[in-house]
Antibody, heavy 125, light 112 residues
């Protein structure tokens, strides 16, 4: 059974960089053709797709966050990570990692299953 | 970005009753190459991760009770719970995956 678990700081100061890791268990990241995804949920914006990484390291990001975000994969540790720079109070949210299930034509389009439990990240000085 | 609008925001229902949640996309999400609508539905209970219920607008995920059903096409979609059980109390979200960035509805809170 695939399980995902987020880890990282629960409190970040404004202007700092958030670093989160998603540990995947019960499934080898390199064994299947999946995208691995970050999604966040805030009071102001609801659920927001942040971006995704493929096992090759190929990434796609939400244009609204693209200038500040990077997602990477570490297949040797069976995990993937999120970095979000220049954090502000508007970035306060629950951050989820998830595995994407995709329909691929010329591009791949995703829905999400399963999700991690989520980690609350608060931005405050 | 495709905007997703759910209604109602809150839905009081009684046990055993039918619950219907609506989701409207700002443009059609019908894929012409497979004639499927790129809509997923999720159930989110407190202190649990969101759970996939439905994809391609009407395909029930394995293990999801058959009282859950999805329907609709183009821009208008519905999630129906045919006979509400106590364990169905949750927030329900729709999501479009027709185009990136993927977007979600604001959620519908089911209350007994």
């Amino acid at each position: 059974q695939v399980q995902l678990q987020e880890s990282g700081p629960g409190l970040v100061k404004p202007s700092q960089t958030l670093s989160l890791t998603c540990n995947v268990s019960g499934f080898s990241i390199i064994s299947g053709s999946y995208y691995w995804t970050w999604i966040r949920q805030s009071a102001g914006k609801g659920l927001e797709w942040i971006g995704r990484v493929y096992t090759t390291g190929r990434t796609n990001y939400n244009p609204s966050l693209k200038s500040r975000v990077s997602i990477s994969v570490d297949t040797s540790r069976n995990q993937f990570s999120l970095k979000l720079r220049s954090m502000t109070v508007a970035d306060t949210a629950i951050y989820y990692c998830a595995r994407a299930r995709s329909y691929c034509g010329s591009e791949c389009y995703d829905w999400f299953d399963p999700w991690g439990q989520g980690i609350l990240v608060t931005v405050s000085s | 970005d495709i905007a997703m609008t759910q209604s109602p925001v809150s839905l009081p229902v009684s046990l055993g009753e039918r619950a219907t949640i609506h989701c409207k996309s700002s443009q059609s999400v019908l894929y012409s190459d497979n004639n499927q609508n790129s809509i997923a539905w999720y159930q989110h209970k407190p202190r649990q991760p969101p759970r996939l219920l439905i994809y391609w607008a009407s395909i029930r995920e394995s293990g999801v009770p058959d009282r859950f059903s999805g329907s609709g096409s183009g821009t208008d979609f519905t999630l129906t719970i045919s006979s509400l059980q106590a364990e169905d109390v949750a927030v329900y979200y729709c999501q479009q995956y027709y185009s990136s960035p993927y977007t979600f509805g604001q959620g519908t809170k089911l209350e007994i």
